[in-house]
């Protein structure tokens, strides 16, 4: 079955960087475009980025743009979301979740990570 | 922007009754609506897409309607399990997606 486990959220200052990956197994992982949506506590869910299936389009909402990256390894059945210039407004339980669809994404996430926290605190 | 306005915020029913929830969009979303269950410590589990069709696996007691700017999500016989928060998400402005803020469907 789909299985998706996201790892390396953790505690950092604000200006900070810090690096989580989701590891995929399950599916296919080069056929799908993937996402990262967070969650703030209480909150309702984001959605923060997408990449592509093949890794060579991508898009970010405005609230991360120039401070997020998304990218992949199909060669790994790996993605990674590489997080700058943290802020406190950026705490929440980040998730990797597929896209409904094979290929062209439809911005449905029909799969979901069980997440990782992200705390930004000094 | 879209903004996607969920109600009621809460709805506290007994199971065997019927759940009846809305989405409202602050502008047409067509068809590109879809709603998810969370419970608590868990991620979103995606139950419907394109406003009604339910997604792989979801018992056919969850239906969604709805086009333009006005959805319901209706849960026809609440099982002891469907208590929890539902979300609808619009993806009509994509890459700018947005979630709806919940409705928390809890037992009376």
């Known amino acids: 079955q789909v299985q998706l486990v996201e790892s390396g959220g953790g505690v950092v200052q604000p200006g900070g960087s810090l690096r989580l990956s989701c590891a995929a197994s399950?599916?296919?992982?080069?056929?799908?475009?993937m996402h990262w949506v967070r969650q703030a506590p209480g909150k309702g869910p984001e959605w923060v980025t997408v990449?592509?299936?093949?890794?060579?389009?991508?898009h970010n909402a405005d609230s991360v743009k120039g401070r997020f990256t998304i990218s992949r390894d199909n060669s790994k059945n790996t993605l990674y979301l590489q997080m700058n210039s943290l802020r406190a407004e950026d705490t929440a339980v980040y998730y990797c979740?597929?896209?409904?669809?094979?290929?062209?994404?439809?911005?449905?996430?029909?799969?979901w990570g069980q997440g990782t926290l992200v705390t930004v605190s000094s | 922007e879209i903004v996607l306005t969920q109600s009621p915020d809460t709805l506290s029913l007994s199971p065997g009754e019927r759940a009846t929830l809305s989405c409202r969009a602050s502008?047409?979303?067509?068809?590109?609506l879809a709603w998810y269950q969370q419970k608590p410590g868990q991620a979103p589990r995606l139950l419907i897409y394109?406003?009604?069709n339910r997604a792989t696996g979801i018992p056919a007691r969850f239906s969604g309607s709805g086009s333009g700017t006005d959805f319901t999500l209706t849960i026809s016989s609440l099982e002891p399990e469907d208590f929890a928060v539902y979300y609808c998400?619009?993806?009509?402005?994509?890459?700018?997606?947005?979630f709806g803020g919940g409705t928390k469907v809890e037992i009376k």
């Open positions: 979740a597929r896209d409904r669809n094979i290929a062209a994404a439809v911005y449905y996430f029909d799969s």
């Open positions: 399950g599916f296919t992982f080069s056929r799908y475009p």
């Open positions: 990449i592509s299936y093949d890794g060579n389009d991508k």
């Open positions: 502008q047409t979303v067509r068809s590109y």
């Open positions: 394109d406003a009604s």
């Open positions: 998400q619009q993806r009509s402005s994509w890459p700018a997606l947005t």
